[in-house]
């Protein structure tokens, strides 16, 4: 039997505790029946009025943390107060928004430049500060959402990059627990309040793996952590070989021996529990779905906790995930006024590069997300190959940044989809994506000028130019991975004349996947019935 692993590390406070983890970025997407009813987030007109609201909120919330609390206590919450009082936070916000950026992303700007200033200083208790601002910026955050940060169970042990002051503050010790930072600080103010309750805590593990109710064990006297057998730390994004997030072994063949790729789409939070590995990775997944408001696309944390547990739970297989695609008839609550949203327009990649905002925060969780599993990022509703290259220079400033905050990050490969007409025709001018997927919703829709509401209606006659152009646009993309999302996908009635097309990697809905397995398997891979069929 394999011995347990005993991580080094440095202790913060003194004590040993045992307990089941609790994995701080593995949060659970709530689901809409999970989720409270809150306000739409806060227009760009009169928003301020709404993050002042919100600020009143957190103080009010520090503030009732702070009755009863012992003096380190009240000293550390009465710091967090007097910054969201400081009308230099709030004039700096300002300023953004005249520039007309978005109330929630102008806060989350202003905080994160002052998280990069004390990230970035010489000494250690000013760099232990930045957590305090990042508690203080996810506080107003979730009033904004109305969303408050959870707790996590009594007599856990406390696992992550780092701990918010308030979060400790706020949770039961008495029932034991302890912590174990990633980074962290021994200077921090979460390490003076453990020290203040004898809390053991340690920092400066490094990434390990664990699984949410593993045993772990935390020694604050010798400073380590020590985990189950099968434990491991996680290596550096720099230690780990490349490999094409695009190929698998064929398991499923077609009646000739050609092997197909099929895949799950991702739409709803469920469907990342009904998620396999031992049977398919995901060609698709759909981010909106974890976005209610603008303060969701601004919450970078709550972005990649979703992301990360997509990852792990996919294990070793590939995850494609699809940037926000909201526009036209998928608003989003607090981008109301944004010109020509209620039109086609300003939709996918245009919004984005409009709001670049929306884009970098997103960029950051998957970046930080990549270093969990095999991922993948694909633009949505692409027209044009600068969009793809506009998008790449985001994600590299966006690496550049986490780099000099030392942020474990990765860069995926990012292809686009495929659902406007004009692209498809084009492919052969789309050099910088890494690979394509064919969402064939939109691209129906556009091609057959139908209106939304009538797609339904027209997608059986439209099947053939669909697929002509389908056929046209696998030629023109010279070997690059190319897969299909679309509902034609998951529709057996398509599959001779995908396969035909050169399709060889199907995503479909969960629920479709046996049927859609079981016909393949009775197709020669040009789309012609195996004999005996």
């Known amino acids: 039997m394999a011995e347990p692993l005993k991580l080094k590390a440095k202790s913060a406070s003194p004590g040993i505790a045992s307990g089941p983890a609790f994995l701080a970025e593995k949060l659970k997407a709530p689901s809409a029946a999970e989720r409270p009813d809150v ?25 009732h943390l702070a009755e009863g609390a012992d003096a380190e206590s009240r000293d550390i919450i009465d710091f967090q107060i007097e910054v969201l009082r400081d009308p230099t936070i709030a004039e700096a916000t300002g300023a953004r928004m005249q520039a007309d950026e978005n109330v929630v992303f102008a806060w989350v700007a ?47 042990v406390f696992i992550g990059k780092d701990m918010e002051p308030s979060r400790f503050l706020a949770h039961d010790w008495s029932k034991g627990g302890g912590i174990a930072l990633f980074a962290g600080s021994t200077a921090g103010h979460v390490a003076l309040l453990a020290r203040a309750k004898s809390v053991p805590m340690v920092v400066g593990t490094g990434r390990f793996s664990a699984a949410d109710g593993d045993p772990v064990r935390v020694d604050g006297d010798t400073g380590a952590v020590v985990l189950k057998a099968g434990g491991m730390l996680i290596p550096a994004p720099a230690q780990t070989p490349a490999r094409d997030m695009h190929t698998e072994s064929g398991e499923l063949r077609t009646a000739d021996g050609v092997p197909i790729l099929l895949s799950i789409n991702i739409n709803d939070p469920a469907d990342i529990d009904a998620l396999d590995p031992a049977t398919a990775g995901v060609g698709l997944m759909r981010s909106e779905f974890s976005f209610t408001s603008i303060a969701d696309a601004a919450n970078e944390e709550r972005q990649l906790a979703i992301y990360r547990r997509v990852l792990e739970q996919a294990g070793d297989r590939p995850v494609t995930i699809r940037m926000l695609d909201i526009g036209g008839d998928k608003p989003l609550a607090g981008l109301e006024d944004l010109p020509a949203l209620s039109t086609s327009g300003l939709r996918g990649i245009r919004l984005l590069l409009a709001r670049p905002e929306i884009a970098s925060v997103q960029a950051r969780a998957l970046l930080r997300a990549a270093v969990f599993g095999r991922l993948s990022v694909m633009l949505p509703m692409v027209t044009f190959p600068d969009e793809i290259d506009r998008m790449r220079e985001i994600f590299r400033e966006e690496a550049e940044k986490l780099g000099r905050r030392s942020l474990l990050h990765r860069m995926p490969p990012i292809g686009m989809m495929v659902e406007v007409p ?46 002509r152009l389908i056929a046209q646009a696998v030629k023109l993309i010279a070997g690059k991975p190319v897969s299909i999302c679309g509902d034609m996908a998951g529709n057996p009635s398509y599959l001779p004349g995908l396969l035909a097309a050169g399709l060889r990697h199907f995503s479909v809905a969960p629920a479709r996947r046996p049927a859609i397995r079981s016909a393949i398997i009775g197709l020669n891979a040009d789309g012609t019935r195996a004999a005996g069929e």
Do not use: C, H, W
């Open 39 to 63: 306000a739409p987030a806060p227009r760009i007109a009169g928003g301020f009025g709404a993050l002042e609201k919100a600020i009143d909120i957190s103080i009010s919330e520090l503030e």
């Open 110 to 156: 202003t905080l994160d430049a002052y998280i990069g200033e004390l990230e970035a200083a010489d000494e250690e208790q000013m760099r232990a500060r930045a957590v305090d601002i990042l508690d203080i910026k996810n506080r107003v955050l979730g009033a904004l959402a109305g969303t408050p940060i959870a707790d996590f169970p009594p007599g856990s």
């Open 422 to 467: 004009s692209a498809a025709l084009m492919l052969d001018t789309f050099g910088s994506a890494a690979f394509f997927s064919f969402g064939t919703n939109d691209l129906t829709q556009y091609l057959a000028a139908s209106a939304r509401d009538d797609i339904d209606a027209d997608a059986g006659k439209a099947a053939p130019a669909v697929l």
